[in-house]
């Protein structure tokens, strides 16, 4: 087994109108799946473009994934988005292989004008990344 750690990089891109304006300014948290419930593992805010500096998050070696039925060849993370005036977004269980650099691009959706920005706005969205779609 290798003992070297091994990483993947993760970057995450906050848009809304569909890919029309950056979201700056949002917190992101992310949380590494461990066998004793997730730990939280950084938090960035991202710039001007929406986007956060990459991530370098541990990863299993990625010989993991050349024999069935071996240990799993990647990681999990959970990754939280927060942005003044926006709907949070909870992506739960978003692959990290070693050696591959993702961006992971999330549009999020205003508040109504109706919320009040003084409290948390109810209901938030939460997006299984690796479970098996239902067809």
Request: net charge negative; no cysteine.
């Amino acid at each position: 087994m290798d003992t070297t750690e091994n990483y993947g990089t993760l970057t995450v891109k906050t848009e809304s109108a569909f890919g029309a304006l950056p979201v700056k300014d949002a917190t992101v948290s992310f949380r590494r799946q461990m066998p004793d419930g997730a730990k939280l593992f950084a938090v960035l805010v991202t710039g001007e473009d929406g986007e956060t500096d990459p991530l370098e998050i541990p990863a299993p070696p990625a010989s993991n994934s050349l024999s069935p039925g071996g240990e799993t060849p990647y990681s999990l993370v959970n990754v939280g988005i927060y942005a003044e005036g926006y709907y949070s977004v909870m992506l739960t269980g978003v692959p990290i292989y070693s050696g591959i650099s993702s961006t992971q691009t999330v549009n999020m959706i205003p508040l109504p004008e109706s919320v009040r920005f003084d409290k948390y706005p109810s209901g938030n969205y939460i997006i299984t990344e690796s479970e098996v779609p239902k067809l």
